[in-house]
């Protein structure tokens, strides 16, 4: 919902359109009852890879900013303090964890002849702090 065009009522900035036939996918396949787990894990990923560049001025084009913007909101419309936004962040950090991990495991069993720090070492800006990518 943070993503498609549909809720915003203009191209999403920033998104790219194999994450824009993810979300696609997932809807029809979501609605379908087939296992959903891969591409939710795909468009995680996606997400999770992109190097989100705001396109307008005090724009937040992140999907996962965009939620936490959005968990973080009280009602009276002031955010909460970082001590009660800590956990929220925790719980993102280590899904994304999860899902590097994921990635990385998924290569090493499509190539056999490579090891994981190999494709650690190929993801690592992706998950790693002072990136210009979500988990900075």
């Known amino acids: 919902m943070l993503i498609r065009q549909e809720y915003t009522g203009r191209p999403f900035s920033g998104s790219s359109n194999k994450l824009m036939d993810l979300l696609a996918v997932l809807h029809i396949d979501g609605s379908e009852g087939r296992d959903v787990l891969p591409l939710i894990h795909q468009v995680l990923f996606e997400v999770w890879t992109t190097a989100w560049t705001p396109q307008e001025d005090r724009e937040i084009v992140d999907p996962t900013e965009r939620c936490l913007a959005l968990l973080t909101l009280r009602q009276d419309g002031s955010f909460k303090e970082p001590h009660?936004?800590?956990?929220?962040?925790?719980?993102?950090?280590?899904?994304?964890?999860?899902?590097?991990?994921?990635?990385?495991?998924?290569?090493?069993?499509?190539?056999?002849?490579?090891?994981?720090?190999?494709?650690?070492?190929?993801?690592?800006?992706?998950?790693?702090?002072?990136?210009?990518?979500?988990?900075?």
């Open 84 to 136: 009660d936004v800590t956990g929220i962040i925790a719980k993102f950090e280590y899904c994304m964890h999860l899902t590097f991990l994921q990635e990385i495991h998924h290569h090493i069993q499509a190539d056999a002849q490579s090891d994981e720090l190999e494709h650690c070492l190929a993801l690592e800006n992706f998950f790693v702090e002072k990136t210009r990518y979500t988990f900075s």
